[in-house]
């Protein structure tokens, strides 16, 4: 069984600081990892997606990945709180169906 | 261009009951998949289908039977509900080549 784990939370930061969430994967041959983020009561939208060991950074996004340590992370610089949601991890299945399998995801508050 | 539609939005059925959730695409995706979405946890696959005319379990299959009637739609269907099946119920499409799943905004069904 394939296995994606989170950190439910909450976790709560002040307004203005760094807001990092966890992820880690069981699958050591998956190669595509998914930030989503869901208000309550809508569906998920995508954030971010990596491949790479490394870094990826988009505006106050940065999501990183160590394969080796089978770890993704997503940082949220300068969180406001409209960022207050449930981050969800999702890693790509190494199979035909491009199915996602999920995270239960870590709710994060961000405090005015 | 609506992107992935879904009806009902809510439903509430008796348990022993029938229905058919409908999921429409409308960006020529091939792939086409339906999740629930249950307290606490992460989206679980149902069925996935990887182009017209086909269908494949995912994770959580069993009550549940789907139709790819066309590439535009793909329909999941609850012979005989029951109160396990309470849920939140995605369906997403992917295009090929590219990552990014978009779902739709999701049918709350409560089973009592």
């Known amino acids: 069984q394939k296995e994606v784990e989170q950190n439910s939370g909450p976790l709560s930061v002040p307004e203005g600081a760094i807001a990092s969430l966890n992820c880690t994967y069981s699958d050591r041959g998956s190669q595509s990892f998914f930030w989503y983020r869901q208000y309550s009561g809508k569906s998920p939208e995508l954030i971010m997606f990596?491949?790479?060991?490394g870094d990826k950074e988009d505006g106050r996004f940065t999501a990183q990945l160590n394969k080796a340590s089978q770890y993704v992370s997503l940082l949220i610089r300068d969180s406001q709180p409209s960022d207050s949601a449930t981050y969800l991890c999702?890693?790509?299945?190494?199979?035909?169906?491009?199915?996602?399998?999920f995270g239960s995801g870590t709710r994060l508050q961000v405090q005015p | 261009n609506a992107g992935v539609t879904q009806t009902p939005k809510f439903q509430v059925l008796k348990t022993g009951q029938s229905m058919t959730l409908q999921c429409a695409q409308d960006m020529n995706h091939n792939s086409m998949y339906w999740y629930r979405q249950d307290p606490g946890m992460g989206l679980r696959l149902i069925y996935y289908s990887a182009s017209e005319g086909t269908t494949d379990k995912g994770e959580v299959p069993n009550g549940y039977n789907v139709s790819r009637l066309n590439k535009r739609e793909f329909s999941l269907r609850l012979e005989s509900a029951a109160p396990s099946q309470t849920s939140v119920y995605f369906c997403a499409s992917i295009a090929g080549g590219l990552n990014e799943q978009y779902f739709g905004p999701g049918t709350r069904l409560t089973v009592t």
């Open positions: 999702a890693v790509k299945e190494n199979t035909g169906r491009r199915a996602l399998t």
């Open positions: 990596i491949y790479s060991n």
